[in-house]
């Protein structure tokens, strides 16, 4: 991988470990030291001192790089990345008015250290690169839950019907895990990596993981994000005025496909084996409203419902979940409408540097990446928590891919 400033030992470190960390190696390696998983959920997720290390030397790393390279600068941050400022200081603000402050505290900090690490590693690093390098681990990552499955003899069936064989792993997630193996699919067939009998056997593993995951949602993720990236890939113009005119069809097609798709979406639910709750989400949802109502303006606090004593009466009925199983209904939980008008304002940022890059730049595999994983992920929050996660594989994609768009646009303004 090429650097964009001199080759040295500390930013390849903070390129692993940032890479291990948000793509799930360190969770797996620290859990299976320590036995994990063999608890279960709770254990998986209650983290590790390895976990934590890392954690903890991302953020030192992190600081070192904002304090003393001549290439990464705080005012550049502020200066080019005004939605994240005004989000990342809400969250810090939500604190004070916090149900359980210190649970606010640690997740603000968490959140905080996975986009500023993100920005870091687009600045210190060539973009193309580094998206062939996270998808090549996340083929990585199937490989050795793979192995990690057949030595603990876990049974595994494709389709979509045992969820109790669904392939996790490396991660304690089925749907999590999942959508990993979404993401590298999509970031294979975007990128071209297909050309070669090697390329093509990973892409074979990889949607083999897929089927093993008996995941509805990541199947249907999948045939999206395939779909998009073929469609952006044939209505690209040779012009910037052609290219646009096309986008507009496309665009047309896919809100029809979208109506259609409402229109027959409890028939298409009954093919998938899935009932129209969405297991249970629509009545999580239900349940769920009233507290977000109780609190529309700013919310609980960042990452602070769940720990806080005004979830009391739903843990009771239906246990503790974590989170609403939305990002959406998660972000007005954390900051009411305050911040999902500040999401609103991320995901338009996001959206408008995707479609000038689509349109003006001559690399258009990047943007062909960020535009598609950007809807998929604008379209599977509604069903899971995915942006504004403070820790996941998810939020990490959204981020790099972000912060390359944006980097990518205002080099372009600058030299417009």
Known sequence: MNLKVGINQVCYLFLWLSLGYYLGFVSFLGNLLTGGYEGGF???VSGNILNQLVGLSLLVLMLFFFSYSKHIKISHFLRTQLPWFLLLVFFMASIAWSDVSFISFRRFIAFSTLVLTAYTLTQLFDNLSLLKLVSSLIFGAVVIGMIFSLIKGVPLSFGLGERGAAFRGIYFDKNMAAR???YGI??????????????LMMLSLLCSALLLSQSASAVVMTALGVALITGLNMFKGKEYHQSLARMVILFFIIAMGIFLVSVLYEYLLSLLGRDPNLTNRAIIWELITPLIEEKAILG??????WASDAVAGFIERWGFIGNAHSGYFETMLNGGYVATGLLILLLFSFFRAAISSYLRSSSKNIAIIALTI???QIVVNYVG??????NSVDMFIFCILYFIITNSAVKSGSQN
């Not at 999509?186 to 390329?199: C, D, G, N, P, Q």
Request: hydrophobic share 55%; glycine share 6%.
């Open 385 to 390: 928590f995915v942006v504004l996660n403070h």
């Open 180 to 182: 990993v193996y979404s």
């Open 42 to 44: 709770e254990s998986a």
């Open 374 to 376: 950007l809807i998929v």
């Open 300 to 305: 609980y606090g960042f990452g602070a419902f």
């Open 186 to 199: 999509m970031f294979f067939i975007a990128l071209k990596r297909y050309r070669t009998v090697s390329e």
